[in-house]
């Protein structure tokens, strides 16, 4: 059973920083693209970043400058260092990674998941 547990969430007053971090465990052959989207509340779930297995990294508008995303490849750990952040930063924080995983078959496949979310309020 492949597993994203995110962590590190929490409330933070505005213009601070706050790193989180995801961890995938479970059985697979590897991590391939991994990236942190964030629902806000009534709104949709948005996407933030992602970052390649070759160390790529993209961003939404709304996180470039103020959101770096990394990775551990060997710990199986994905981050997001947040800072400068606002009020509209608030929101929970989902990891989302696509694993390669063997098939009974021998065959290996590509699976995306999400793990259950992390929430970051940023208030004073």
């Known amino acids: 059973q492949v597993q994203l547990v995110e962590s590190g969430g929490g409330l933070v007053q505005p213009g601070g920083s706050l790193t989180i971090s995801c961890a995938a465990s479970?059985?697979?052959?590897?991590?391939?693209?991994m990236g942190w989207y964030r629902q806000a509340p009534g709104k949709q779930r948005e996407f933030v970043a992602s970052?390649?297995?070759?160390?790529?990294?993209n961003y939404s508008d709304s996180g470039k400058g103020r959101f770096t995303i990394s990775r551990d490849n060997p710990q199986k750990m994905g981050y997001m260092q947040m800072s400068s952040l606002k009020a509209e930063a608030t929101a929970v924080y989902y990891c989302?990674?696509?694993?390669?995983?063997?098939?009974?078959?021998?065959?290996?496949?590509?699976?995306?998941?999400w793990g259950q979310g992390t929430q970051v309020t940023v208030s004073s």
């Open positions: 989302n990674a696509k694993i390669i995983v063997h098939l009974p078959s021998g065959l290996v496949k590509t699976n995306e998941y």
């Open positions: 970052i390649t297995s070759g160390f790529t990294t």
């Open positions: 479970g059985s697979f052959l590897s991590v391939d693209a």
